[in-house]
């Protein structure tokens, strides 16, 4: 009877281990889409494909502030091997960098967010803020096919 228990308890464990390593994954890819669909009107605006919107500008860029702050967490060795993700080992083995990205798109972000005044801030800003998301998509990120 407690050996039954105890198998019980080893196979409920995993299980909710199993969940919640993919419940992280699905968060993080949330976390990562979301940051996504707020550069593409970034990106437009900077290119002149889509009209400066300075309340538009400043909203995306809080979202990356804020994402950025929420991304580290998200990581947790545990989730290093999950399967359909696009996070390379790097992540882990340069644990320090992948973070250090993360606070510097952070604090780029909301500087960004308070110097922008106008289209010519906004256009020399913004490159500062989407270098760290090549930096990190350069290192951590499986290139696309």
């Known amino acids: 009877m407690k050996r039954t228990m ?59 502030a804020v994402n950025a702050e929420k991304a580290g967490p998200l990581f947790p060795e545990s989730s290093k091997n999950a399967e359909k993700t696009e996070a390379l080992p790097a992540i882990w083995e340069n644990k320090a960098k992948f973070d250090s990205i993360m606070t510097k798109l952070r604090t780029d972000a909301q500087a960004a967010m308070a110097s922008i005044k106008d289209e010519a801030s906004f256009k020399a800003e913004l490159p500062k803020v989407l270098q760290n998301c090549g930096a990190c998509h350069n290192d951590f990120r499986k290139k696309s096919s």
């Open 6 to 64: 105890f198998v019980a308890s080893l196979l409920a464990l995993g299980v909710t281990a199993a969940i919640a390593q993919s419940n992280v994954v699905e968060q993080r890819q949330g976390l990562m889409k979301e940051m996504g669909a707020q550069t593409r009107p970034l990106g437009g605006m900077m290119r002149g494909q889509e009209p400066f919107d300075l309340a538009k500008a400043k909203a995306s860029l809080q979202v990356l």
